[in-house]
Structures are given as structure tokens and as C-alpha cells.
């Protein structure tokens, strides 16, 4: 499969676990028990997402790699189906916005690793994964705390 087919499938991947989260019932939040959705939804985020590494890095199947991210969105729903009472709020939208941004981030990472051969490229591609997830990260901590500088 061509990479410019791959890029294109992982931005509406993306874009469509962004409308998934954002169209999330409200009274699903009332529904559902908060430790459930965070339990049954965390499983399913970490377990797609192993396996779409594995389809990536071991396996370099984009195929596999788009279906198990697509299964991960399931896992993202559940997830944030017990903060969807919050939507709108300026908290959740700043929580949703580094939330996205290191998803972004680890999907792209799994869309090089199908295409990069060198292992040193590879190691450029993951600690640029870790520097991106740390700088959100950070940022992120000095938004909700307005004593903490850098």
C-alpha cells in the first residue's frame, strides 16, 4: 500500500475517533459507571493499540496496522464516554486537544515504522515519540496550574 494512502487513512482514523469523542451522548456519562467505561476502555486502547505496534513494527502491514487503530477508537470512546457531561467545559477541551495530540503522535510514529528500514531512524522516530508525549505533557501541567512556571 502506497504511504500517501497510509497518511491519508491515519488522519480520517484520527479525524473520525475526534468526532466520535466530541459526539458523545451526554446522558451516557449518567449511564454508564465512570470506573466501567475507564476499565472496559483503557483494556481496549491498550490492547488494539499493542497490536496495531505489533502489525506496524513486527508485521509492517498497514492494513492490519489501520484496522486494529480503528478498534482502538472503541477503546478511546469508552474512555471519554465518562467525562462527556464535561464537553464544552475549558478543562475538556484542553484535556481532549493533548489527549489528540499524542495520539497524533503515536499514530504516526506506527505509520513510520512500516516504512523506515534503518534501526537508527527508528530510534530517531521513538525518541521524537517520547520528547513530543513529554513536551504535551509539560504543557499541559503548566496550563492547569497557573503557579507553575517553567
Known sequence: MSPIVVIILAILFLGVAW???????????????PWFSMIFGGMLFIFFGFLAFCASYVLHNPILMMLFLMKMSIGIWFMMASTSGMRGSDEDKRFIRRFFVMLTLLVFTFVGSIYVADYK??????????????????????????????
Not at 468526532?19 to 459507571?33: F, G, K
Open 19 to 33: 468526532m466520535l469523542v466530541h459526539n458523545t451522548p451526554r446522558t451516557l456519562s449518567m449511564v454508564l459507571p
Open 121 to 150: 531512524a527508528m530510534a530517531m522516530l521513538n525518541l521524537l515519540l517520547v520528547t513530543g508525549g513529554f513536551w504535551v505533557t509539560t504543557n499541559y501541567l503548566t496550563l492547569i496550574d497557573p503557579g507553575r512556571r517553567r
